[in-house]
């Protein structure tokens, strides 16, 4: 009994600090009176979920029908969870999903591609940063959402991705007209892909920021990129004009 209760105190001292909540809002009839409240998103951080928790999550969010982000930052992720997450998710109509900082790593991809390569079309938003998942799993990512037209911000943030991802990455974005927002920081990456960006954002203007801070690359070819970027939005702008 006593070693019962220490690891009961040991679990709850590892959560106390942890953060949940969700954003919701009233539905209302025809005649404006309120009839339910509905949750548009979920947010669970520094909290050690079992399989069985994200099944009881999920299974709330599949009855949910306007519950479209679902943050699990902090949770100690990993492969055989993200399997139960990947799987439950198919009755839901997430299309904002966090990961970041969790324990996924380069058999990520496993789970991952085979699942984006289904329902990755309806994502808007997906964010991996600080999961050590590697430049491969990270290619494929890229290629799962080439002809993505709901797509508007990726999150690959230091994954571990090197040089490897560069064509990948440049195709991706050419390809994707829906992306708006890419953020490749603390990687490590090159010139070698940072002069790639380049050639490829003089030939778009849907794309809105290229973030790739922290990697192997001048503070004058950062630069640069950011300001081809600008000039391309500057451009668009003006046709619309």
Known sequence: DEDENENKNENENENENYLMESNSFLTTDKYGNPIGEMIRSIT??????????????????????????????????DLILLRVLLKSMLECNISRLNLSFNKLNQSTESELIPYLRVQGQHLVELRLQGNKIGSNCVKQILDCFKMSTMLELLDISDTGSDDQIAI??????????????????????????????????????????????????????????????????????????
């Open 44 to 77: 669970i951080q520094d909290y050690k979920l079992s399989s069985r928790d994200i099944e009881a999550i999920l299974y709330a969010i599949s009855f949910n029908l306007h519950c479209e982000s679902l943050t699990l930052v902090k949770v100690d992720l």
């Open 168 to 241: 990948n990455l440049c195709s991706m974005i050419y390809s994707c007209k829906s992306i708006r927002q890419i953020i490749c920081a603390n990687n490590h990456l090159t010139e070698v892909t940072a002069r790639k960006l380049c050639e490829v954002l003089i030939k778009i203007t849907w794309l809105r920021e290229v973030d790739i801070e922290g990697n192997e690359i001048s503070e004058e070819l950062i630069s640069k990129i950011q300001n081809i970027v600008i000039e391309q939005v500057t451009k668009a702008c003006n046709t619309l004009i």
